[in-house]
DNA sequence: ACAGTGACAACAT
DNA sequence: TATGTTGCCACTG
C-alpha cells in the first residue's frame, strides 16, 4: 500500500474531509485499513501540536470528532470550544453539550480505491 | 524490550 | 442518558 507513517496516513485522510463535514476517529482507523486503531488516530491529531513542519500544516483536525458525534477534545493547544468554534465558522451547529448531528453533517468517507490513490500520491 | 500515555470505541450497568 | 470497564494502537522514554 503505503510507505508513509500511520502519522502522516492520518493527516493525508483527514485533508480529504470535506468542508463543513465531520467524520469520526474510528472512521479513520477503518478507512486507512486499521479498524481498531481509533484511539492511535485521535493521539495522531494530537501530535499536530508539536508539528512545526508543513505536513502538519492545512490538516483540518477539528473536523474528526468521536463516534457519538461528541467533542472530546482538550489538550494544552486547544479546547472543545476552541474545536466548536472552528465547526460553527463552517456552517456547522454544536450544541452546548458539544454535541453535532451526526446524521446531517457525517462524512462517511471515500472507497477503497480512492484511498489507495490519495495514498499513494507524492 | 517494555511499560506508560491518550483528542477512541463497544459494551455493561 | 450517564458513568465505568475493557480492548486496542502507535509512539515515546
Redesign the pocket.
Known sequence: MSDK????QVYDLVRQIPRGRVT??????QMLG?P??????????????DEQTTVAKDVP??R?????G?I????R??SAED?ALLLRAEGIMVGD?MRVDLDHYLWRGLHWLEIDDILGEN
Open positions: 507513517s500511520f502519522y502522516e469520526s476517529y474510528g472512521r479513520v482507523a486499521r481498531n486503531a481509533a484511539r492511535a488516530v485521535g493521539y495522531a491529531l494530537s501530535a499536530l501540536k483536525w477539528h474528526v470528532i468521536n463516534s457519538q461528541r472530546t477534545i482538550s489538550n493547544e486547544h474545536q453539550d
